[in-house]
């Protein structure tokens, strides 16, 4: 008898270490799985390059902050910007010293925008950042700091040897009444008049008749 229940000991120690084995592969398999799906919504909603949110995530989140501002009945800021001669850039320097340049503006908008601003990359040189709750002024104000900061930001991209490079930005501000496509359309004329008057400028979108 004595004998019989230290078998049964036995088997029951047995299962029990089996049990862990197999919820500890549980587990492992659910936390690699929940990584893998963490870096598949980051690649959704990122720009592999520079690291800002892509297009598709800025124009989804561009609805809601137009309908959230509708509510609040508080104005939305709209910040299109350019980079100014960058196909000099990549025919001059490379593709890859172009790319360097992407990340280091990227990441000066980033860090030169407000905390509560979505900042992301339309595609090629051309970048969005939308201001909650941002009045013409404060637009214009985080528009023009960032050409500041960019205009005055040396890239280092070979050994002893340096760049810099400069922005043209359209910016426009209200409560919105208009679509998402046309109040990117003011910014983007904003945008192009900046190019036409020089570059390395701030102009205000206006709504046209």
Known sequence: LFLQFNLMVDEIN????????????????????????????????????????????????????IKSAQIKQEPLGIIMLDIDHFKSVNDSLGHNTGDLVLKVVADLLQNNARADNIVGRIGGEEFLILCPNCDTQRTFDIAQRIREKIATTVINYEEGKTTQVQVSSGIYSAIPELSKEELLKIADDALYLSKKNGRNKVTIGEIRN
């Open 14 to 65: 047995t299962r029990d270490k089996i049990l862990k084995a197999y919820n500890l592969d549980l587990k492992s398999l659910v936390d690699d799985t929940s990584e893998k799906l963490e870096k598949v919504s980051i690649l959704a909603t990122t720009d592999a390059l520079t690291g800002l949110y892509n297009r598709r995530y800025l124009m989804d989140t561009f609805d809601t902050m």
